[in-house]
C-alpha cells in the first residue's frame, strides 16, 4: 500500500438470515433482500448498493472533471441497471454466472460546454471513476477468516 493509498472499509456482522447491518464511518447501512429471494424487504439488497455505489462515484467524478474543465452541468442524472440470474447465488444452478451479466448506465447530460468538450468530460469521468475501474477491470481479493 503507497502513503499516498487511502483506506476504505465497512464493519459489520450479519443480523438475520438475508440482513447485514454494516458501518462505514459514522453511517449505518442496512442491507437485506426482497422477499421473492428469501428476505424481509426491509433495505436494498447488495447488488441495489454497488449500482448506487456506482452511480454516486460517476456522480462525483462527472462534477469533479466539469469543474476541472471549466464546465457548468445544467443535469446529470445516472440511472443504471443490470440483469442477473439468481439460481447461482441459490445454488439451483451452475449455467451461468453469479453476478451481473451486464450493466447499463444511462446518463443524460446537459452543458454548457461544444460537443468535442463534452466528449472529453465523458472520457475523463469514465476513466477516473474508481468503481467503474473496479467493475471493469480484475480486483484482487483475499479473504481472512478468525
Same mark, same amino acid.
Given at each position: 500500500?503507497?502513503?499516498?493509498?487511502?483506506?476504505?472499509?465497512?464493519?459489520?456482522?450479519?443480523?438475520?438470515?438475508?440482513?447485514?447491518?454494516?458501518?462505514?464511518?459514522?453511517?449505518?447501512?442496512?442491507?437485506?433482500?426482497?422477499?421473492?429471494?428469501?428476505?424481509?424487504?426491509?433495505?436494498?439488497?447488495?447488488?441495489?448498493?454497488?449500482?448506487?455505489?456506482?452511480?454516486?462515484?460517476?456522480?462525483?467524478?462527472?462534477?469533479?472533471?466539469?469543474?476541472?474543465? $471549466?464546465?457548468?452541468?445544467? #443535469?446529470? !442524472? +445516472?440511472?443504471?441497471?443490470? &440483469?442477473?440470474?439468481? /439460481?447461482?447465488?441459490?445454488? =439451483?444452478?451452475?449455467?451461468?454466472?453469479? $453476478?451481473?451479466?451486464?450493466? #447499463?448506465? !444511462? +446518463?443524460?447530460?446537459?452543458? &454548457?460546454?461544444?460537443? /468535442?468538450?463534452?466528449?472529453? =468530460?465523458?472520457?475523463?469521468?469514465?476513466?477516473?471513476?474508481?468503481?467503474?475501474?473496479?467493475?471493469?477491470?480484475?480486483?484482487?481479493?483475499?479473504?481472512?477468516?478468525?
Amino acid at each position: 500500500m503507497s502513503t499516498k493509498d487511502l483506506n476504505f472499509s465497512v464493519n459489520g456482522k450479519s443480523v438475520g438470515y438475508t440482513k447485514y447491518h454494516g458501518v462505514a464511518r459514522n453511517f449505518d447501512l442496512v442491507v437485506d433482500e426482497p422477499e421473492a429471494l428469501g428476505g424481509e424487504d426491509s433495505a436494498p439488497n447488495p447488488v441495489e448498493y454497488l449500482l448506487a455505489g456506482y452511480g454516486g462515484c460517476l456522480n462525483v467524478v462527472f462534477n469533479l472533471v466539469a469543474k476541472e474543465l $471549466g464546465i457548468e452541468l445544467k #443535469k446529470l !442524472e +445516472i440511472n443504471i441497471s443490470g &440483469d442477473i440470474n439468481p /439460481e447461482r447465488f441459490m445454488g =439451483l444452478s451452475s449455467e451461468d454466472r453469479a $453476478g451481473f451479466k451486464s450493466i #447499463k448506465v !444511462e +446518463i443524460q447530460l446537459e452543458t &454548457d460546454a461544444d460537443a /468535442e468538450t463534452e466528449q472529453l =468530460l465523458i472520457q475523463k469521468a469514465k476513466d477516473r471513476c474508481p468503481i467503474n475501474d473496479n467493475l471493469s477491470n480484475p480486483t484482487p481479493i483475499s479473504y481472512v477468516f478468525n
